[in-house]
């Protein structure tokens, strides 16, 4: 079993590793590429869950230039799409299932060392989503895009003077695996139990987290 116990701090992504909320976003980005056709949207798609944690903006700059091959976005676009996006994803997020086990896992490593979020959903709304599902009390800090997973993590070890020897990083994606590598801190991966897992061979993964829970 993975032990939890030589950390000092430990650093959560959220969609599929607090929340069972990865699908809710993926039916998000095809509503919104839906006017453009059955094989924009598959592309979509495709591209969203092979380069999971990476934020919106990213994904909607991309779609935008190598898909639909149109100039950049405008600063009003991007607003507009994320708008959207945000009616979409928040109050379905807000009520997604737990994954198994991470509530408990939160509230008893909580009274043991400083837990944090970083995700790819942007910040303000990240904290409405952690406020509203009772969660604030238990993490030191909540950040989001529109910055990296990499600067996020070396913000927080920063800024909470961590030594990355002693922090992990738990993540459903290669962009928390990357970040968490780049930074020098241990990685725990959640594989969602039927999926593919997309971590290099030799990283330690779970399906849940009723294991890890005293």
């Known amino acids: 079993m993975f032990d939890l116990t030589p950390f000092q701090a430990i650093i959560f992504d959220f969609d599929g590793v607090v929340v069972e909320s990865g699908d809710i976003k993926t039916q998000a980005f095809a509503a919104l590429y839906r006017p453009h056709g059955v094989e924009i949207v598959a592309e979509v798609i495709k591209y969203h869950t092979q380069h999971g944690g990476l934020s919106r903006y990213h994904k909607f700059h ?13 600063p009003e676009e991007e607003h507009m799409l994320d708008q959207h996006f945000s009616e979409l994803v928040v109050e379905a997020v807000i009520a997604a299932e737990a994954v198994p086990g991470a509530y408990t896992l939160i509230r008893q490593q909580s009274e043991r060392i400083p837990l944090f979020v970083a995700s790819g959903t942007p910040e303000i709304e990240l904290r409405i989503i952690v406020e509203r599902r009772g969660l604030t009390p238990y993490f030191k800090q909540v950040r989001g895009a529109p910055k990296l997973k990499t600067t996020l993590i070396a913000e927080i070890l920063s800024d909470h003077t961590l030594s990355p020897e002693s922090v992990l990083m738990i993540g459903d994606a290669m962009a928390d695996y990357e970040g968490a590598q780049a930074n020098g801190i241990a990685f725990l991966g959640r594989v969602r139990p039927g999926d593919t897992n997309p971590f290099p061979p030799g990283t330690y993964v779970v399906t849940d987290f009723s294991a890890l829970n005293a």
């Open 62 to 74: 991309h779609f935008q230039q190598q898909l639909l091959n149109k100039p950049p976005l405008t």
